[in-house]
C-alpha cells in the first residue's frame, strides 16, 4: 500500500489543484523533492516539517495555521515529527499568473518573475480556510466550470499572499543570528502544538518542551507569529475541527473535548466567533459566512 496518494481535482493552464494523503510513521527527512510549480501548500489534517536545502538548513513546519509556499524547483526533503501522516492541498500556479498576485503585494517581485515568493509561510486565516473549503467542495462535486476554479485559485492566492506580507509587515526587525535563533524556537514551538492539539499546555511545561524560559517563549511567539501563543493553539484546533466536520464527524461533544475545549458550549462559541456559524449548522450543510453575513465564497457561482 502506498504511503502517498495524491488526487489531481484540477488541473488548467493557469492554476492546479491537488489533494494529497500521506500515511508515513514518524519519520526523519526523505529523499529530496523538487516544486513542480509556484506552490501552495495547506496542511488540513496532521503536522510534516519541510527541510528546504540551501538555506542553512532550515526547518519550517507544515500545519493547518500557517501556508507553505514554494518557488518552482525549489529543492527540499519532508520529515514527519508524529504519527497519523496529514493530509493537505497543493495549488501549484503558472509564474505568470503567481508574479502577477504577488507583484500586487510586494512589488520587486516584479524582478523575480521565477521565484515570486519571497516568504515561506503565510497564515490561512477563516476567510482563506472558507474560501479553500468552498473550492474544493465544488471541485469534488464535479460540476465546478474552469473559468470560476481558476479565478478563486487566484482570489486565494490572492488572500494568502495578502495575509502573508501583513503578518511579515508586523514583525520587528532583529539581527540576522537572533532572527535564525527566534525562528528556530518558534517553529519548534509550532511543531509541539501541532503534534499534539487537544493536549492541556500549559506555558511553563510548553516552555520546558522548546528549552525556553516562559517569557521568552510568549514575547518571541508573538511578535513572529502576531498572536499569543494560546490564541495559535486555538486557531489550529477550530481548523482542525472544521476538517474532521467535513470528514464526517457528528459526535460534537467528544470532539470538543478531543481537541482540549472545556465544555461542548465553549467549542460551539470559538467556532462560530471564527468562522461565522456553529459546528451544528455546519453538519446541516450552512454555508460559513463572513463578517458581513455574505457567503465567502458563493458556490454557485464555482459550479456555474
Do not use: K
Not at 462535486?141 to 476554479?149: D, E, K, R, S
Not at 525556553?212 to 517563549?217: I, M
Not at 484546533?237 to 482540549?260: I, K, T
Request: contains cysteine.
Amino acid at each position: 500500500m502506498s504511503l502517498l496518494h495524491a488526487n489531481r481535482l484540477f488541473g488548467g493552464p493557469l492554476a492546479s489543484v491537488t489533494d494529497v494523503v500521506c500515511r508515513h510513521h514518524a519519520s526523519p527527512r526523505g529523499g529530496e523533492e523538487v516544486a513542480g510549480g509556484h506552490r501552495v501548500i495547506v496542511v488540513r489534517r496532521g503536522v510534516f516539517v519541510m527541510h528546504r536545502d540551501g538555506s542553512r538548513g532550515e526547518r519550517v513546519v507544515a500545519e493547518p495555521v500557517q501556508a507553505m509556499l514554494l518557488n518552482r524547483g525549489a529543492p527540499y526533503r519532508v520529515s514527519h515529527p508524529v504519527e497519523g501522516g496529514d493530509e493537505c492541498t497543493s495549488m501549484d500556479f503558472a509564474a505568470g499568473a503567481a508574479a502577477d498576485v504577488v507583484r500586487a503585494f510586494d512589488p520587486a517581485a516584479a524582478d523575480r518573475a521565477e521565484a515570486p515568493f519571497s516568504l515561506v509561510r503565510a497564515p490561512v486565516g477563516a476567510e482563506a480556510w472558507l474560501r479553500l473549503r468552498a473550492l474544493r467542495r465544488a471541485l469534488l462535486g464535479g460540476a465546478a466550470q474552469a473559468l470560476a476554479v481558476e479565478e478563486e485559485a487566484l482570489a486565494l492566492l490572492a488572500r494568502v499572499v495578502h495575509d502573508g506580507w501583513r503578518a511579515h509587515a508586523t514583525r520587528r526587525t532583529l539581527r540576522a543570528g537572533t532572527a535564525r535563533q527566534r525562528e528556530r524556537l518558534v517553529e519548534h514551538t509550532r511543531e509541539v502544538l501541532a503534534g499534539a492539539p487537544g493536549r492541556a499546555h500549559t506555558l511553563a511545561s510548553l516552555a520546558r518542551q522548546v528549552h525556553a524560559s516562559p517569557f521568552h517563549l510568549t514575547r518571541t511567539f508573538r511578535e513572529a507569529m502576531g498572536v499569543p501563543v494560546h490564541q495559535y493553539l486555538l486557531q489550529l484546533r477550530l481548523s482542525l475541527a472544521l476538517q474532521r466536520l467535513d470528514g464526517g464527524e457528528r459526535m460534537l461533544s467528544a470532539l470538543a473535548l478531543e481537541l482540549g475545549f472545556s465544555s461542548h458550549s465553549h467549542f460551539t462559541t470559538a467556532f462560530r466567533r471564527h468562522f461565522g456559524v456553529t459546528p451544528s449548522q455546519v453538519v446541516r450543510g450552512v454555508r460559513p459566512a463572513d463578517e458581513a453575513g455574505r457567503a465567502v465564497v458563493a458556490q454557485p457561482s464555482i459550479r456555474g
